[in-house]
């Protein structure tokens, strides 16, 4: 099977292995695959269509996304405290 995951400089690439991490191409966060906040927002059918994977949090990271405040606090904590937050669009 062949997966679709982006990678560090925010290109698509083909991979055998699935990725780790989640993301949201218009909101650029990303988060772990069990997160509640994604999983509600697929159950209600939208999100899936702007869906990503990586495979790392690296690649996340790099491709400039940002942690997400539901399945990653301590990390969005730390971003957001590293004055990353000022670019947040909420």
């Known amino acids: 099977m062949s997966y679709t995951l982006l990678g560090a400089d925010g290109t698509p690439y083909e991979s055998d292995v699935r990725g780790e991490w989640g993301g949201h191409r218009g909101t650029r966060i990303y988060g772990r695959l069990d997160c509640p906040s994604a999983?509600?927002?697929?159950?209600?059918?939208?999100?899936?269509?702007?869906?990503?994977?990586?495979?790392?949090?690296?690649?996340?990271?790099?491709?400039?996304?940002?942690?997400?405040?539901?399945?990653?606090?301590?990390?969005?904590?730390?971003?957001?405290?590293?004055?990353?937050?000022?670019?947040?669009?909420?």
């Open 39 to 90: 999983l509600r927002a697929i159950a209600r059918g939208g999100y899936v269509r702007h869906r990503v994977f990586f495979a790392d949090e690296a690649a996340a990271i790099a491709a400039g996304y940002r942690p997400c405040a539901v399945c990653c606090p301590d990390r969005y904590r730390a971003w957001k405290e590293a004055g990353s937050g000022t670019t947040n669009p909420f």
